[in-house]
């Protein structure tokens, strides 16, 4: 059983130079003026953009210079910075520099006892503008009493695989971390909504605002209404009280009452090949695990 999970959305221009000190004071003062609040999140490397005026050559800018292992100093005062505040804690993702020299676009997350519980590696780098190493894991964690949540970054959330993996996994709420600057900020709008439809969940779609990003930032539930959003690129911070369990809601009832994707495929029926993938989806599997979903009442035939 899930719990009403107030949420936090910061658009906020990044903290240039990982600069922890800032950031660490801006959270604080937040978490005081919203003291119900239990989850923060922030956009996609707000702690590792360059410093205004930097330029795209600066030395000191780059993924390679700005990256850190994982399991440093930063991962340790993010971790304090989130127990001494008694929240959970997503502070956008980072620069990390694995056991193997590669540079990923990570997103980690703290729990409010001052561990870090999740760290997801960007799987999509926006090519060719973004020269980060691709992840290969697909990463939902289990938010306490809350529910679960799946991590994606940016240019993620147009592969819809990634999304129904996530949903696959149990996520019933896809955070989103975006620094979008372009044009295409009015597609990912759509995209956060589609997500949320096809794979009936809530989608957490936070961008940076101005000047490193077009902001917009928006909260989706599982049945694609707009929750909350951002109209501007203007620094703003969108609240919500949320039900995880509404997913199950959804799935169990349908999107408007009417659609189930979730028993589209059922035990019985033909196995639909996916040549794309070397694949298929198995109608005895399809859906195996979803909360509220019709195959958990016939197991043993899912």
Known sequence: MSSPLPLALVQ???????????FASDLERLARQRPAVRLFVHPELHLDSPAPGSGPDAGDATPEALAEPLDGARDRRLAELAGDLGVWLMPGSLYERGGDGRIHNTAPVYSPDGRRVAA???ICPWRPYETTAPGNEFVVFDLGEYGRVGLSICYDTWFPEISRSLAHLGAELIVNLVQTPTSDREQ??????????????F???VNAAGPTGLGRSLLVDPEGRVRTHAPS???CVLTDVIDLGET???RRYGTAGLNRPWDQFRPGDATLELPLYSGRIDPATWGAGRPGHACDETAGTS
Request: glycine letters at 2%; zero cysteines; a positive charge.
């Open 203 to 205: 989608v957490a779609n």
């Open 120 to 122: 997801y590696r960007k």
């Open 248 to 250: 199950a809601r959804v």
């Open 188 to 201: 990912e709008i759509v995209l956060a909504r589609a997500n949320a439809i096809t794979n009936q969940v």
């Open 233 to 235: 690129a203007e620094t």
């Open 12 to 22: 906020a221009p990044a903290h240039p130079g990982r600069d922890l000190d800032s």
